[in-house]
């Protein structure tokens, strides 16, 4: 393996650095009582004295050890501590309450399910659309099989590409993605459009249904009628 090195910035009092097969390790020590200590990583601030700053804050880098020839790769590897409950991964709030947490209030259950934000209260610009024109262009949208180029050959996938997902239905805010949320929602809507044209066509048989009985009825009328002349001109003769 190679160095592994902790350095800090030119201003700051200490560095620490361990060669060949060397680890550096940060522990937060052990309390009998409370929490354990807190290890924080942060980047460089810059802040000027009236709140503003002059650059961009300084980004955090994890990067793990790379290898050569039929190696592979050093994993970077989160584990939160165990306990009753474990604990878990946040990103963006300090107090996550499930095993991957965001911020914005989406997160990964125990069991890999993702859970994406859906909060009414989070959304705005609420704008109905008409169903039936959501089926009419998935039913233009071209599904095809693939799979992605870093796969190995084997690998099978469904559905559409992201650019004419985009130039379809415009949704997201990228051409090159697309948001299983926005998946969902077209998903969803083409449902409800199925729905109604088949409700339709219900309607449009039915109508027919009723106009056939009442001509069947009509001529049935007439039919008896036909019946009693007859039988009245023949009792005459």
Same mark, same amino acid.
């Given at each position: #393996? !190679? *160095? @592994?090195? =902790?350095?800090? $910035? ?8 361990? +060669? ?36 961009? #804050? !300084? *980004? @955090?880098? =994890?990067?793990? $050890? ?8 050093? +994993? ?162």
């Amino acid at each position: #393996g !190679g *160095n @592994v090195t =902790v350095q800090s $910035g030119p201003n700051s009092p200490w560095s620490l650095s361990a +060669n060949g097969y060397s680890k550096v390790s940060l522990q937060g020590g052990t309390l009998n009582a409370g929490d354990g200590a807190v290890i924080d990583v942060e980047g460089g601030h810059n802040p000027l004295s009236n709140g503003s700053s002059v650059s961009s #804050g !300084g *980004n @955090v880098k =994890v990067t793990a $050890g790379n290898a050569a020839g039929a190696y592979s790769g050093g +994993n970077i590897v989160l584990m939160p501590g165990t306990g009753t409950p474990g604990g878990y991964v946040g990103i963006g709030t300090n107090t996550p309450v499930y095993p991957l947490h965001m911020a914005s209030g989406a997160y990964c259950s125990a069991a890999g399910v993702w859970t994406s934000v859906s909060d009414r209260n989070v959304k705005e610009s609420f704008t109905p659309v008409t169903p039936t024109e959501v089926l009419a262009k998935l039913m233009a949208l071209p599904i095809t099989q693939w799979k992605y180029k870093i796969e190995p050959e084997g690998i099978k996938h469904l559905g559409p590409v992201a650019q004419d997902f985009h130039t379809a239905f415009g949704l997201g805010d990228s051409d090159r993605a697309i948001g299983s949320v926005d998946e969902t929602g077209v998903a969803l809507a083409a449902i409800q459009g199925l729905d109604q044209k088949v409700e339709a066509k219900g309607q449009q048989s039915e109508s027919r249904i009723q106009k056939l009985e009442t001509e069947n009825a009509e001529l049935k009328s007439r039919l008896e009628k036909l019946e009693q002349l007859f039988n009245t001109q023949g009792a005459i003769k």
